[in-house]
């Protein structure tokens, strides 16, 4: 198949996000330069697609709204160097948004899928070959373990609606898609990323609401889900058991008390600075006065584990109805989409934000660089129209 230069750099984006973030911001600048080419004879097109895409314009108030609780926290010229790294979202967003929109045939998908699976089995080997003394090494691939599983609970997520919903331009066979859906999930599991697989099963819960076709497999997967869980609680370390993080167990240093610790400090930061927090970046610089001593051996903690409470602790109320406006924006929009179309990028998409309400309840899923750019480039192809946007003059405008 012969791509044009601007689809073949969307698809570079997917091919190199998931592996590193350098070359991903790499692909994302050939992104830039093959659009900025287009729309010289297309601006108009590209326009009209930034001017109807609402997440755009939330996605660049929450940008906006950090910069401005920089600049009323005690330290506005470190807060605002924090502050700018937001502004790499919007940016892509508006990337992903006006090239899909001039390329809506982009082989995303099918450039995801061998970026993922090749992670996958990447961080299956590291599992399974690298584990010794009775413990099982997390699958992490090139990241951390956790960002990992993140990105395994949207690979799984976009196997299962793909094979769902396969269309005409997925010719894979079922086999071969519910394959590369188990070899995602199996990734996902050996991450031992626990709210990722609770997000992946909120995703398929939407799923199963959205397409008839996988509600016959409702109740099987939530025998399987049980199945999983109550495996997980019988062989995980001490320190990945459930258990362990509701405060239970053996282990009185288990990351569950201490993310209650990072919760209490990010809501203790909120309440004396209510309005615009205490600047983006300043949770690492507080958190030594909002908890004295050390937590699990380290002194200063730079993530409050909690998105929600992150942005309350960081950028106040000012932040956190930004966020609630980006986060709701891009539910509602990408669910909406879903429900009136019957393809496998929307539903795809729908899953997707799903799943990011639920990482990042003890993540702070988007603030990764690297995921929120897969789940941005994800959500922007599952939004745009198949056909793509028309020129504003042939639509009437």
């Known amino acids: 198949m012969k791509l044009s230069p601007l689809a073949a750099a969307v698809a570079a984006c997917a091919l190199a996000f998931p592996v590193s973030i350098a070359a991903g911001n790499i692909a994302l600048g050939l992104l830039g330069a093959a659009l900025a080419h287009r729309a010289l004879s297309e601006h108009r097109r590209v326009w009209a697609a930034w001017r109807a895409e609402p997440a755009v314009w939330v996605l660049l108030a929450y940008a906006a709204a ?3 609780s920089a600049g009323l926290c005690d330290s506005p010229a470190e807060a605002a160097r924090s502050a700018w790294k937001d502004w790499h979202r919007p940016l892509a967003q508006l990337l992903f948004v006006g090239a899909i929109s001039l390329e809506p045939a982009a082989p995303v998908f099918e ?3 061998l970026s993922f699976a090749s992670l996958a089995l990447w961080g299956c080997s590291q599992s399974i070959l690298q584990s010794g003394s009775g413990a099982l ?42 394959g590369f859906t ?6 996902l599991l050996l991450s031992q990323t626990r709210m990722a697989v609770l997000a992946a099963a909120a995703g398929f819960a939407l799923v199963a609401v959205l397409e008839p076709k996988a509600r016959r497999w409702s109740l099987p997967a939530g025998g399987l889900f049980v199945a999983v869980a109550a495996l997980w609680e019988l062989t995980a370390p001490e320190g990945r058991a459930i258990r362990s993080f509701l405060g239970f167990g053996d282990n009185p240093r288990g990351f569950g008390r201490e993310r209650w610790s990072l919760w209490g400090a990010a809501w203790r930061m909120f309440r004396d600075h209510p309005a615009t927090g205490v600047g983006p970046g300043g949770y690492r610089r507080f958190f030594p006065a909002y ?21 309350l602790a960081e950028r106040g109320a000012l932040g956190a109805t930004a966020l ?8 509602v929009r990408a669910v909406w989409v879903a429900r009136r179309r019957s393809d496998a990028r929307s539903l795809w998409a729908a899953s997707a934000a799903t799943a990011l309400l639920l990482m990042s309840l003890t993540e702070t899923a988007f603030q990764s660089e690297q995921f929120a750019s897969i789940f941005l480039l994800v959500w922007a192809w599952g939004v745009a129209p198949p056909g793509g946007v028309e020129h504003p003059e042939k639509a009437g405008v």
Not at 143 to 150: L, M, S
Not at 165 to 174: C, K, L, N, V
Not at 182 to 187: D, E, W, Y
Not at 302 to 309: K, P, V
């Open 324 to 331: 609630a406006a980006l986060y709701g924006t891009l539910w």
């Open 291 to 311: 908890h004295p001593g050390s937590l699990d051996n380290e002194a200063q903690w730079g993530s409050a584990h909690n998105q929600y409470l992150h942005v």
């Open 66 to 68: 950090g910069l401005v």
């Open 111 to 113: 450039a995801f899928a």
């Open 182 to 187: 188990a070899l995602a999930l199996l990734a």
């Open 137 to 178: 090494t997390r699958a992490h691939g090139f990241v951390h373990p956790v960002v990992f599983g993140e990105m395994m609970a949207l690979a799984a997520l976009g196997g299962l609606c793909v094979t769902l919903r396969p269309g005409e331009r997925h010719a894979g066979s079922p086999g071969r898609t519910w």
